[in-house]
């Protein structure tokens, strides 16, 4: 989907679905080659939405570095880092200003979901 203007009527408006571009889908690795691939859902220079998912067959601690320039987002600017609560899913939790990496306990078959956007 391309990206929204505020002359669309979707500027800051809608859910992130409505404005976003996604900007790479993860294919399931073949065992071994990797630990996990990331979807990233962007508006570019206001918020994104970082969805993990592992194909690990074991729990697996992951580190989420994340280009935050190519998303238009500033670590340590007023960004905020988070996992939201979602039931049944993960707990919520606070990961900073983006300028350090958060690092997961990701179960066998599972993954957070991040959202990142300025205060």
């Known amino acids: 989907m391309p990206k929204q203007s ?10 992130l679905a409505q404005a976003s571009t996604a900007l790479g889908k993860g294919q399931p690795c073949a065992a071994g080659s990797c630990e996990a691939l990331v979807t990233v859902f962007s508006v570019f220079a206001d918020r994104a939405l970082l969805v993990v998912a592992s194909w690990a067959p074991e729990p697996a601690n992951i580190t989420l570095k994340v280009d935050w320039s190519s998303l238009g987002l500033i670590p340590g600017s007023g960004l905020h880092v988070r996992a939201p609560a979602v039931a049944g899913w993960q707990a919520a939790a ?6 350090v990496a958060p690092t997961f306990a990701v179960p066998a078959g599972g993954g957070p979901m991040v959202v990142a956007s300025h205060v």
């Not at 505020?6 to 859910?15: C, E, K, L, S």
């Not at 606070?94 to 300028?99: A, I, K």
């Open 94 to 99: 606070e990961l900073g200003d983006g300028s």
């Open 6 to 15: 505020p002359a669309d009527g979707h500027g800051g408006a809608g859910t």
